[in-house]
């Protein structure tokens, strides 16, 4: 007679998770934006940055080409504020898995070794919390000679902080647990046990935080490239969409509320699974 094997903590969690409606909610909506932004783009025959001269500033007409309109260069709207969804997706959950994984390991290194070097490695931490950030972002950006790939290095440089400290709370305690001091004294690497033991045990903590992450992620991108500070015209994020459709908000309104709706719908999802997450991976819940 088969005998069913008790559920792990790790699937029970993942259990009381799929039961929260509006979580699961969130995950189906945000699931359809990012496929939209990835897909959606290929279903017309032009791209966000080539013009139509014939339809310069057309408003909202679901019989022509261009569904949403487009902007005064000709620029048809949707797909550029797909295509802009893209650029901002992709770095904020590149971002923010790059930013928590070096978190993670800073804090896992700095909590197990304890003494000397976890105090000077928090004090570099405490140093760079000092810096206000939007100048921090600004001078790396200049640093790193601006565009893409400066502005990513430039959030992540600043955003890995937290959860180093999160985590380093997290491995002192685990490190005086019995399976910790078992692995120490059975010969096992500190580097082994870091990677075996303390970081695996904090995934939990680290997955509810990480989700919390992400749309700070988005929302830095999309902040600086208000600013100006981030990606470029004629490459569209929804940052300088955002701008765009801002300076216009007296004549054009729909400039600004297709990027700046889906820039909340993303960001309501995002914190509704953070809400989720927490309540499933919480411990005095169980």
């Keep these: 007679m088969a005998v069913d094997r008790p559920l792990s ?10 039961q929260n409606r509006l979580a699961m909610l969130s995950v189906f909506v945000l699931l359809l934006i990012v496929l939209g932004c990835f897909f959606g783009p ?3 025959p032009f791209d966000g940055e080539e013009a139509d001269f014939d339809y310069i500033g057309a408003p909202i007409d679901f019989s022509s080409p261009h569904l949403f309109g487009t902007d005064d260069f000709g620029r048809d709207l949707l797909v550029r504020v797909l295509e802009g969804g893209q650029v901002s997706l992709t770095i904020g959950f590149l971002g923010a898995l790059t930013a928590g994984g070096i978190g993670v390991l ?4 700095a909590g197990y070794v304890g003494g000397r070097l976890d105090g000077l490695m928090m004090r570099c931490v405490e140093i760079l919390y000092g810096f206000p950030y939007v100048i921090l972002v600004i001078l790396l950006s200049l640093l790193f000679g601006g565009g893409n790939l ?3 290095a430039a959030i992540v440089f600043t955003l890995w902080l937290t959860p180093a400290v999160i985590v380093r709370a997290q491995a002192q305690s685990l490190t005086r647990r019995e ?3 078992a692995a120490r004294a059975g010969g096992m690497t ?18 509810v935080y990480g989700s919390l992450l992400v749309p700070e992620v988005i929302l830095s991108e999309s902040f600086l490239s208000f600013l100006g ?8 994020s929804w940052g300088n969409l955002i701008q765009t459709g801002t300076a216009a908000m007296d004549t054009d309104l729909r400039l600004l509320l297709l990027p700046g709706g889906l820039l909340a719908a993303v960001l309501l999802c995002l914190n509704f699974i953070a809400d989720g997450l927490r309540d499933a991976f919480d411990p005095n819940d169980r």
Excluded: D, W
């Design 9 to 18: 903590t790790f699937q029970l969690q993942l259990r009381r998770f799929a």
């Design 42 to 44: 290929y279903a017309f």
């Design 106 to 109: 800073y804090g896992a290194i």
């Design 150 to 152: 400066a502005l990513f």
């Design 179 to 181: 399976f910790v001091e």
């Design 190 to 207: 500190g580097t082994g046990i870091v990677l075996t033991h303390i970081v695996p045990n904090c995934l939990s903590v680290v997955l």
């Design 229 to 236: 500070i981030g990606i470029k015209e004629p490459q569209a």
